[in-house]
């Protein structure tokens, strides 16, 4: 994820995401478990696990990892602030 300004581009259109699994997605790359997920973000486990699942779907990938191998080392992606 870089950020320009206030605007923030993703490697994957960021249309395709809501803000919500946009958070998810960093947390995942930051490679956090969904309990903690679900905690940072004051959601259950069940709600982060489906954000995921539709994560997976749109970007084409089956699982955590290849999630990672795919966004995590992409130069898009740049150091950013999680939500508390």
């Known amino acids: ?33 969904y309990r903690e997920i679900s905690e940072k973000l004051h959601i259950s486990e069940k709600t982060v696990s489906k954000h995921a699942s539709n994560i997976f779907e749109k970007t084409g990938c089956v699982n955590r990892k290849q999630l990672e191998r795919k966004f995590r080392y992409r130069k898009l992606i740049s150091k950013t602030k999680l939500p508390n």
Do not use: A, D, H
Request: cysteine-free; charged content about 30%.
């Open 1 to 33: 994820m870089t950020q320009v300004g206030r605007k923030i581009f993703f490697p994957v259109p960021n249309k395709l995401l809501t803000p919500r699994e946009k958070e998810v997605f960093l947390f995942i790359l930051e490679k956090y478990k």
